[in-house]
């Protein structure tokens, strides 16, 4: 079956950086794109960036742009979310997903990971 483990959260200060890994079982995963989202305590959960099997296309959300890059090793089966600038407001729990299309819509997304907890102290 699918298994998508994510991991590399933790907790660091405002302005650090943190590397979230993901590491895809049980598909072809360079047929699938990647997709990571966030859920603060409260709050719906959120898209933050996405990439295409072919990595020719990525996406991300207005509020990580710039500060997060979203990549993925097809040979490793594994996608990465390179966190910089963090800021207290990135605190959530993260997920990356499995879909068929990089989409910033949840219900483009088949399989989910567990989710890693990222918080940022100001």
């Known amino acids: 079956q699918v298994q998508l483990v994510e991991s590399g959260g933790g907790l660091v200060q405002a302005g650090g950086s943190l590397r979230l890994s993901c590491a895809a079982s049980?598909?072809?995963?360079?047929?699938?794109?990647m997709g990571w989202f966030r859920q603060a305590p409260g709050k719906e959960r959120e898209f933050v960036a996405a990439?295409?099997?072919?990595?020719?296309?990525?996406i991300y959300a207005d509020s990580v742009k710039d500060r997060f890059t979203i990549s993925r090793g097809n040979a490793k089966n594994t996608a990465y979310l390179q966190m910089n600038s963090l800021k207290p407001e990135d605190t959530a729990v993260y997920y990356c997903?499995?879909?068929?299309?990089?989409?910033?819509?949840?219900?483009?997304?088949?399989?989910w990971g567990q989710g890693t907890q990222v918080t940022v102290s100001s």
């Open positions: 990439i295409s099997w072919s990595v020719r296309t990525t």
């Open positions: 997903a499995v879909g068929g299309e990089p989409r910033r819509v949840i219900r483009e997304y088949g399989y």
């Open positions: 049980g598909l072809t995963f360079s047929s699938w794109s």
